[in-house]
Each structure stands twice: as structure tokens, then as C-alpha cells.
């Protein structure tokens, strides 16, 4: 079964504005991660947030992790027309052995 | 640097019919993995190795089998094609339990 779900599944917002995914998984993590898959090309990853961390930056990325609530969310600031892609949140499962699980991905359309 | 390297990049097969996928990476990671992608499923997890020599299952396995001679390859085989198999394989790589994965750009597989 699937351990994270991004919300929304489909976001479409104009360049310049800030896009803001969501990520909710159901059991204890190490860590989440957050790639994009560009149409027709293979995931990248984007940033890695550990169980002990709340907040990072990289970029015009910035991700939380409320391990209370089981919810992260990816903020793309100030986004350009090439932010256009499926974005994904894969979770490392503490005690699930050397597996990452993915969800099943959310598709951002940035407008020119 | 090329990464991960998959072949072929597109595939045609009859039912019934066999064929290996090869991924190849050059960046001395331990572990490999391959996915299959389909359409509102995410990713899910075939089969995966954590070093040369190894293999494991993962989510859903059957009618798959894999190898893993070298380090730097990791080989997927499909005994016996069924349309069920169509689909976009991608492999990827990391040198640790939780790490970001490094991926293919996929093979796309159709077999009718």
C-alpha cells in the first residue's frame, strides 16, 4: 500500500506565483524525500529531510516535516515555466529494511 | 559521468515473449532497485539488490526476475511477457539504506 499521498494531484498556477505540495504518510520515517520527474525522464531528487528536522531550504525549495501530524510539504517559490513536472514524496520507513515507498506523485503546470 | 544507464529505451514484445532490461550505473553504489511506473499507481518497487551477488522482492515481483553478476549492473527479466507487463521501468541507485536514489531515464515497455 501506498505509505505517502501528495495533495493536491494536480496544481496549476502562473510563473512567479509560489506552488505548495503536500505529503501525508501513515507510520514512523527516517526520512522523507521530495523528487520531480520532467515528462518522459527518470525522478530527481530534489531534497532529503530527516525525522529530526522540521525545516530546510535549497534554493527556491523549502520543505517542513511535522512528524506529529505525518505531513510534509514541498514550497516552490517564485516558480518559472520549467517547474513544470510530477513531483513525488518517497518516504525511508524506520524498520522497513532498505526501501524507499513512493507516492503517487502530483502534477505541477507552471504558465508562462 | 553518465549515471544510470537503462537499455533499450522502448520495447515492443508479443505475449509470451522474453527480454532483459540492463541497467547500468557508474557511480560504485551498493544498492539497486527497479520500479515499475504506471499510470495513477506511482512507483512500485519490483525487485532490488543490495550488493553484488544479492537480490530481494519487493512489492510486486511476480513475473519478474532479476540478477545482479557485477556491482555495476542489475539486470530485469521477463520470462513470459503478458500485457499486465506493459509499463515504464526505471532503475535507480544509492550507496545506503535511505539515501537519495539516482534513476534512469526508464524503458518503456508495450507488449500486446
Known amino acids: 500500500s501506498q505509505q505517502g499521498e501528495e495533495d493536491p494531484q494536480a496544481l496549476s498556477i502562473q510563473e512567479g506565483e509560489n506552488a505548495t505540495m503536500n505529503c501525508s504518510y501513515k507510520t514512523s520515517i527516517n526520512n522523507l524525500q521530495w523528487y520531480r520527474q520532467n515528462s518522459g525522464r527518470g525522478l530527481v531528487h530534489l531534497i532529503l529531510i530527516r525525522s529530526n528536522e522540521r525545516e530546510k531550504h535549497s534554493g527556491r525549495l523549502r520543505v517542513t516535516l511535522d512528524t506529529s501530524k505525518k505531513s510534509s510539504s514541498l514550497l516552490i517559490t517564485a516558480s518559472r515555466a520549467a517547474d513544470t513536472a510530477s513531483y513525488f514524496c518517497?518516504?525511508?520507513?524506520?524498520?522497513?529494511?532498505?526501501?524507499?515507498?513512493f507516492g503517487k506523485g502530483m502534477k505541477l503546470t507552471v504558465n508562462p | 559521468n553518465a549515471g544510470v544507464t537503462q537499455t533499450p529505451k522502448f520495447r515492443v514484445l508479443k505475449t509470451g515473449q522474453s527480454m532483459t532490461l540492463l541497467c547500468a550505473q557508474d557511480?560504485?553504489?551498493?544498492?539497486m532497485y527497479w520500479y515499475r511506473q504506471d499510470p495513477g499507481m506511482g512507483l512500485r518497487l519490483i525487485h532490488y539488490s543490495v550488493g553484488e551477488g544479492t537480490t530481494a522482492k519487493g512489492e510486486v515481483p511476480d513475473g519478474y526476475n532479476v540478477s545482479r553478476l557485477k556491482k555495476q549492473n542489475f539486470l530485469l527479466g521477463l520470462e513470459s511477457a503478458a500485457p499486465s507487463q506493459t509499463s515504464v521501468y526505471f532503475c535507480a541507485s544509492n550507496n545506503r539504506q535511505g539515501q537519495a536514489q539516482h534513476f534512469g531515464d526508464g524503458t518503456r515497455l508495450s507488449i500486446l
Open positions: 557511480m560504485n553504489h551498493e544498492y
Open positions: 518517497a518516504t525511508d520507513v524506520r524498520g522497513g529494511s532498505e526501501k524507499l515507498v
